[in-house]
């Protein structure tokens, strides 16, 4: 943990510890630790190949349980189904961020193939797009947010529900043509292509299933995939939800960053968002520390910071107007503002931008064509 002076709850400075993990976990020399010392590009990513290890046999087991319990097992298929989604719900946040952190920076050094076929094999067991690093390192880390972003929440009025609905109904129906299109623009064949095959065999999957059984198919491959990207698009959502058109967009202009939560702890310090866009390839041990020694620019910057919330409460305080919580949450980093301060700022922050004065003076933000 890590101990700094910051503004927080209140109007007096006080201290505020980190309590978001700062070190990898380790595991002593047993025959995975070996293999991981040889095999990967960096030790403390270890957690990664136990984690794939344990989640792969754990959704194989519960896929055939799945299959057997509503093809044989004397209840309706509706109650193995709930428990299933109930699992696959609980586990699916931290597979999701392990996909994120390998995608940022290299992962298995050898063999190549396994780095290539392991976000594959958790795609089809979790649901997440198969197009997920095209989408976030080709084409999201590239626009930050901005105008040609395919994902961007700047057009969106970001406390409204009906905004977002909006927003995830053309991610999910228009990614799949805009999303090729995009990386074809911009000379990015491979990836181009691979967003498209990685769609359409996800798609396959999905079939696959239902014609197996319509129920094991709609539990196992249909309901993830809605689910999924139902939810990294509410994430999305408060990780971009307060823009500040003021500054130019540096990174710290249209994201937040949120500490001190058991999000963190589950999912690899994913809140410390702010700090990512800043450096997309830092490794998430060192989130923590990378954020007390930036404290004084994020003041300066004005960021948005919030303790002991992740982006899926800010998304849903936004929607029903939980305007004091937020306050009562949020961090302050210069100088002392009352909770109605605070309220003002971030409503001011939720509008929908067409142009950005500090960036582009007078340049509409147009959807690109």
Sequence with gaps: MAVFRALSYGHGALDLTLTDPTTHPT?????ISRWCSKHLYEA???????MTLKMVAMQIALMAGLFAAIKWAPVPWLIPAAAYFAIWGYFTPPIILMLHCTMH????????WLEKLHPYVMSFFFG?????????????????????????????????FANFLVYFFRFFFLSVIELPL??????RFQMARRAIIG???????????MAIDWRFGLVAFLLPYV?????????NWGQHAFVNTGRKNNGVANAITCINSGYNKRCFNDGYHIGHHLRANRHWTEMPKDFMDSREMLAKEGAIVFEGLDFFLVSVLLWSGQWKTLAKRFVRLGEPMTDEDVIALLKERVKPV???PAEKIGVALSTPS
């Design 44 to 50: 403390r990513d270890e957690v990664f190949v136990r």
């Design 27 to 31: 595991y002593g020399d047993g025959p």
């Design 182 to 187: 995009y990386l074809r623009r911009k000379k």
């Design 199 to 209: 769609e359409l065999s996800h798609w396959a999957i999905i079939a696959g299933g």
């Design 354 to 356: 067409r142009v950005w």
């Design 105 to 112: 920076r290299k992962f298995i050094q050898d063999p190549k």
């Design 128 to 160: 997440m797009p198969m197009g997920y690093r095209d989408h976030h390192v080709g084409m999201h880390h590239v626009e930050d947010n901005m105008g040609q972003d395919l994902s961007s929440t700047i057009r969106y009025q970001r406390d409204s």
């Design 227 to 235: 689910t999924c990207r139902f939810m990294m698009m509410v994430g």
